[in-house]
């Protein structure tokens, strides 16, 4: 039997270090996440499996548009939805429709209008955040340090296969 040279023993060690470094790396910035319920429809489906990016807001805010999972407070868990209303604007919803300092806000994406909201300020450090199925989703006022991380990647099942992309508004 061949007794193991330094070479080889610190080729091993290296091997392992880099495992546990793309382990570590993967397990601190990625999370998978169930869908649950039709709250996001057209967007996102109830048992979709979603890959969540935790490092998304290290070191940017989240923006208005993006679709994130979040802490709701009232509901006792995390849900995902879309960042609608930022820091220190007035928002209000009227039938399903966002309005964003008075002016309507496009949300091509949205299905109904059951959803109401009373205008207004959104605190600073706080997001409007809504599923877009107003007819299943409710809205909430969440705190940055409730927003789990953003949705980047619908993995399954394979036939859904997609980049889950927020939305530019104008």
Do not use: C
């Not at 605190?123 to 940055?144: H, K, Q, T």
């Amino acid at each position: 039997m061949k007794i193991p040279t330094r070479k080889t023993i610190l080729e091993i060690a290296g091997t392992l270090v880099l495992a546990l470094l793309i382990f570590l790396g993967v397990y601190f910035t990625l999370e998978s996440r169930i869908v649950e319920g039709s709250s996001m429809e057209t967007t996102l489906h109830n048992g979709q499996r979603v890959i969540l990016v935790k490092a998304a807001y290290w070191f940017s805010e989240p923006q208005r548009g993006d679709v994130v999972v979040f802490y709701s407070p009232s509901r006792k868990k995390e849900i995902i939805h879309r960042i609608v209303g930022l820091p220190n604007e007035k928002v209000e919803i009227r039938n399903g429709q966002v309005y964003i300092n008075n002016s309507k806000l496009e949300e091509p994406y949205i299905q109904g209008n059951l959803i109401n909201r009373a205008p207004e300020i959104v605190p600073d450090g706080n997001y409007l955040i809504v599923g877009d199925n107003r007819y299943e989703a409710a809205s909430d006022i969440v705190p940055r340090n409730e927003i789990r991380g953003k949705a980047w990647l619908i993995y399954w099942p394979l036939s859904d296969w997609h980049i889950v992309r927020g939305y530019a508004y104008h």
